[in-house]
């Protein structure tokens, strides 16, 4: 390259949110761990947001903190502490947002619970937000459902950590939902699991 030629443009960096600090009430063991496909959903999910070249990838525990260390043990993640990860998930938002380093410009919010969410998913939702950089917002949506994964420009970040209560960030979405990148997927792609039941007809769907 010669002096007078331009400088290539550096591609933003776009970090991953990985939620995982909640206590599957529901489920009545720690559902992250559970085995799909080969590896537990905790495992499936941080290897899909390091495919998707998703950098830092931040996963935040809670319950089970030392479990959840360990089966992430060797992976080039940050891990948060949400250590009232039995209050609202907001609060593992905000550890999260808060943990990024200044030059990330956007954040991909992924919960580990969706199974059928692949890596080819969000290396998709992060082209969006290249393709169309004027929007602060990129949601996925399942038909009538917007759901994670879902992508927040640092524009955003204010208002998420403004924000209170359960979900990923609801109230943000609706808010600015003129101005979202919408990337549909079918339907049965927004199964999640929070009970046996649904674990057991996720697997034997998929097995």
């Known amino acids: 390259m010669s002096a007078t030629d331009p400088v290539p443009a550096r591609e933003e960096r776009v970090a991953a949110i990985i ?5 599957s009430r ?34 935040v525990v809670g319950f089970e903190e030392e479990r959840m260390r360990r089966e992430l043990q060797g992976l080039p993640v940050e ?13 593992s938002m905000h550890a999260a947002l808060r943990a990024l380093p200044d030059d990330v410009a956007g954040a991909l919010v992924i919960l580990p619970d969706m199974p059928v969410v692949s890596s080819e998913m969000l290396r998709d939702v992060k082209a969006a937000a290249k393709n169309v950089p004027q929007s602060p917002l990129v949601a996925s ?8 994964p879902i992508l927040f420009r640092r524009a955003l970040f204010d208002e998420l950590l403004a924000w209170s ?13 003129h101005e979202a990148v919408y990337l ?19 697997s034997a769907r998929h097995a």
């Open 19 to 23: 939620l995982a600090a909640g206590s």
């Open 26 to 59: 529901r489920m009545g063991e720690n559902k992250l761990l559970l085995n799909f496909l080969g590896a537990s959903l905790l495992l499936r999910a941080t290897n899909n947001a390091l495919g998707a070249l998703l950098v830092p990838v931040v996963v």
């Open 79 to 91: 891990i948060v502490t949400n250590p009232d990860y039995g209050g609202p998930s907001s609060l």
């Open 141 to 148: 949506r399942y038909g009538d459902v917007t759901a994670p």
């Open 165 to 177: 209560g359960e979900g990923c960030g609801k109230p943000v979405v609706k808010e600015h939902a």
């Open 184 to 202: 549909d997927w079918p339907p049965e792609a927004l199964e999640d699991v929070d009970t046996p039941e649904d674990f057991a007809r996720i």
